[in-house]
């Protein structure tokens, strides 16, 4: 008996469809990392690890928060982080997919909505599948018709909460959601959901995010992630004290999950205070994307630019994807391509990642090899 061979056929098919995937090393520039202000590698990140070790900050929580996990240096992150972003509270998990999940299987109850962005992140929808409230997805940016798709739920005599989870920042798309529009559809209706994960670091007063203006509200929470521009590893809800401690009591990937690391929650303050100590690092990424996006313009005008760090080069077929992006490997620039499921079917893509780990001359040497390489399409 094969045992493996309905998973031997299932690679053979992602094979044959240019999907199979592999892990790949490191090689050449950074386009393809969410280092964006280039933390991870910082002086004053290893300083800060290394000065909490010297502290005697452990390395691992070793328990739930609930039990012996929780660290004074977790709960000084959150504090702290609560009054960066404007937030009543904080909490921290592993890591941005388990808090979006968390959030999601936790708040939105039994006889309420869940309308989410159709191109909202893999953890929304798997945290949707596994939630309790009822599930809807409304047209990507489309704030017209996340309305009418709740206005058709209430007609149908539903009276529960409705909870509007939107990225601020599309992780694969680059592009921003309209928030304010966002945001009083939700207080006529309920809560509102902002994964800030590609966002925060970046965009805002101090890195504080797109949603800064909406935190400090009860019908709104958000998710800070310390694993792109941060630096570090982990995440972040912040929200009203209510709703955190509502997630402290009933959150099950909280409760039964191991604490994250209090090395990690040193890092995390330092981070949070070099996005007020050095505001250089924003203006130059945004100084990249400018640079990039005039060149592009200049060079492949036929091709949109998304205005952000994270660039979007729609190919369509994954296998001429996969083969654009495997030449600009060997010009030395690391560009991955992106395939679906990631991405929606017929729209494989480059991923240009923009960050502070390349000079601005590699920037610009990146859509010249570009405006060389498309035409071979």
């Given at each position: ?5 309905n ?9 044959a ?9 490191r090689q ?6 969410n280092?964006?202000?280039g ?16 502290r ?28 960066f972003?404007?937030?009543?509270a904080?909490?921290g998990?592993?890591?941005g ?6 959030v999601?299987?936790t708040?939105p ?7 989410m962005?159709?191109?909202?992140h ?7 599948r596994a939630?309790r409230?009822?599930?809807r ?22 009276t529960g909460?409705?909870w509007?989870?939107?990225e601020?920042?599309?992780s694969m ?9 966002l945001?009083?559809l939700a ?5 509102l959901?902002?994964?800030?994960a590609?966002a ?6 101090q ?7 909406l935190?400090g ?5 958000t ?6 521009a ?11 004290k ?10 099950r ?7 994250p690391?209090?090395?990690?929650a ?10 007020q100590?050095e505001p250089?690092r ?15 313009a200049?060079?492949?005008p036929?091709?949109p ?5 994270i ?7 994954n ?18 391509g992106i ?8 729209t494989s ?17 990146l859509?010249?090899?570009l405006e060389?390489l498309?035409p071979?399409?």
């Amino acid at each position: 008996m094969d045992r493996l061979a309905n998973y031997r056929q299932n690679l053979d098919g992602l094979a044959a469809e240019s999907r199979l995937r592999r892990l790949a090393p490191r090689q050449g520039l950074d386009f393809s990392s969410n280092d964006y202000i280039g933390l991870a590698q910082s002086p004053r990140l290893v300083a800060a690890a290394a000065d909490a070790l010297a502290r005697g900050v452990p390395v691992g929580a070793a328990g739930s928060r609930l039990l012996r996990g929780n660290t004074d240096e977790q709960e000084a992150f959150e504090e702290e982080a609560a009054r960066f972003f404007g937030a009543g509270a904080a909490l921290g998990f592993g890591g941005g997919y388990v808090a979006n999940f968390a959030v999601i299987t936790t708040l939105p109850q039994r006889g309420d909505l869940l309308v989410m962005d159709a191109l909202s992140h893999a953890s929304t929808h798997e945290g949707a599948r596994a939630g309790r409230a009822e599930v809807r997805t409304f047209r990507h940016g489309d704030v017209g018709h996340a309305e009418d798709v709740i206005t058709g739920w209430r007609e149908a005599g539903n009276t529960g909460a409705v909870w509007i989870a939107v990225e601020s920042l599309y992780s694969m798309d680059g592009d921003v959601a309209p928030l304010d529009e966002l945001a009083a559809l939700a207080d006529r209706h309920g809560f509102l959901l902002v994964d800030e994960a590609h966002a925060t670091g970046v965009f805002g007063p101090q890195g504080r995010g797109l949603a800064h203006h909406l935190e400090g509200r009860d019908n709104v929470l958000t998710l800070h992630t310390l694993g792109k521009a941060l630096g570090g590893s982990g995440a972040l809800i912040c929200g009203a004290k209510c709703l955190i401690d509502f997630m402290i009591n009933r959150c099950r990937p909280f409760i039964f999950a191991t604490a994250p690391s209090p090395l990690m929650a040193a890092v995390g303050r330092e981070a949070l205070a070099i996005l007020q100590d050095e505001p250089w690092r924003r203006d130059e990424l945004q100084g990249h994307v400018a640079a990039f996006g005039a060149e592009m313009a200049a060079r492949l005008p036929q091709v949109p630019l998304s205005g952000s760090q994270i660039v979007p080069l729609i190919v369509g077929p994954n296998a001429q994807t996969m083969a654009l992006a495997a030449q600009v490997q060997a010009r030395g620039f690391d560009v991955r391509g992106i395939r679906p499921p990631t991405v929606p079917e017929g729209t494989s893509r480059l991923r240009v990642s923009l960050t502070l780990n390349v000079t601005r001359a590699e920037v610009i040497r990146l859509a010249e090899v570009l405006e060389e390489l498309w035409p071979d399409l």
